[in-house]
């Protein structure tokens, strides 16, 4: 498993386009891919579990990844919400 807090790049946060992204992006790996912001904990591979947690822009979540290919999973989400959400 691993992890990191990653701050979103968007202005207005994991609406419905930016959420689609980040589930395409998740589900073209196999580990299972989840976040944690406050006390919500959501599935990235599920658009409306990601629409549930409710990030607003500049807010701070956890990535956590678990599986086979863990870390290039979180490398590849972190670079898309850091640098390409709302591009």
Same mark, same amino acid.
């Given at each position: 498993m691993v992890?990191?807090k990653v701050?979103?790049n968007?202005l !207005?946060? /994991?609406?419905?386009?930016p959420?689609?992204?980040?589930c395409?992006?998740?589900?073209?790996?196999?580990?299972k !891919?989840?976040?944690q912001?406050? %006390?919500?904990?959501? %599935?990235a591979?599920?658009v409306l579990?990601?629409?549930?947690a =409710?990030v607003?822009? %500049?807010?701070e @979540?956890? /990535?956590i =990844?678990?599986g086979v290919?863990?870390?290039?999973a979180?490398?590849?989400l972190?670079d898309?919400l850091?640098?390409? @959400?709302?591009k």
């Amino acid at each position: 498993m691993v992890s990191q807090k990653v701050v979103v790049n968007s202005l !207005i946060g /994991l609406h419905l386009r930016p959420a689609g992204d980040l589930c395409r992006l998740a589900m073209q790996y196999q580990s299972k !891919i989840t976040f944690q912001f406050k %006390n919500y904990t959501a %599935n990235a591979k599920s658009v409306l579990s990601v629409l549930g947690a =409710c990030v607003k822009g %500049n807010d701070e @979540i956890e /990535l956590i =990844c678990e599986g086979v290919d863990e870390e290039e999973a979180l490398a590849a989400l972190v670079d898309l919400l850091e640098h390409q @959400i709302d591009k």
